[in-house]
């Protein structure tokens, strides 16, 4: 069978500016994608995926876990990044170097160098799966970028402006993307479509975002 998912990406330009301060990097996982997955799969045994809830009670589509000094978590008390992970009571799994080059490089390839995430929030969507639009200003150093890896099924990524009334730009981010949100773009709007069903020949029927953060 032809490798159609090969195929799309061999089209697409390797490097795509989405906005002021925002750099997709297509492709940009490389080599490091089996120490990426196997890193993966550790974390994931240690701090298994779940679905957290709002301040405003609603459940969310999108399971998440984290690894790094601190993750990002949500309860009726409100959002926070906590070192803790309130599942185990233990500390989140630490950011493996596979996971901390890769977001190094793709920000220094967008432009920031020296970037040093805290955090890395690790979300798993599977089909029907969304997130509706939001703003990421939980952390306190905004001059520090946001890098985003994309794994598996493709999604339709919403990137709107700094209004949440603003339009919205759509994106198909695939497996492999790595997206480098940096300079005004930091605080647009943005959010995820319902996932389509699929099955990714590496993934299966999901998809995984690795979002890299600086906290403090
Ligand atoms: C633009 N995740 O975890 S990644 C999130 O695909 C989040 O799981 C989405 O939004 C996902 O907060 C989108 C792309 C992304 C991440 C952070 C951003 C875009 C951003 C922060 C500021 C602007
Ligand atoms: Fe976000």
Redesign the pocket.
């Known amino acids: 069978m032809t490798d159609l998912f090969a195929a799309i990406r061999d089209t697409q330009p390797p490097r795509e500016n989405l906005g002021e301060g925002?750099v997709l990097l297509r492709d940009c996982v490389g080599t490091d994608e089996q120490a990426l997955l196997a890193d993966l799969r550790i974390i994931v045994k240690a701090a298994p995926f779940r679905h957290l809830v709002t301040p405003g009670g609603h459940t969310m589509s999108?399971a998440m876990t984290n690894c790094g000094r601190v993750g990002?978590v949500s309860d009726a008390r409100g959002y926070r990044y906590d070192p803790v992970d309130p599942d185990s009571g233990k500390i989140w799994p630490s950011m493996p170097p596979s996971l901390r080059n890769l977001a190094a490089r793709a920000a220094s390839e967008g432009g920031y160098t020296d970037f040093a995430p805290d955090a890395c929030?690790i979300?798993r969507?599977k089909p029907g799966a969304k997130?509706s639009l939001?703003?990421?200003k939980d952390e306190l150093d905004l001059g520090a970028p946001?890098v985003?890896v994309?794994l598996g099924l493709p999604?339709t990524?919403l990137?709107g402006g700094l209004t949440r009334n603003a339009a919205q730009k759509r994106y198909r981010?695939t497996h492999g993307d790595v997206?480098v949100?940096g300079g005004p773009?930091?605080?647009?709007y943005?959010?995820?479509a319902p996932l389509p069903e699929g099955e990714h020949p590496v993934m299966g029927a999901q998809?995984i975002?690795l979002?890299f953060r600086k906290t403090r």
């Open positions: 925002a999108v990002w929030l979300n969507y997130l939001h703003q990421d946001i985003s994309s999604a990524f990137f981010l997206v949100w773009s930091r605080l647009a943005h959010g995820v998809r975002n979002t």
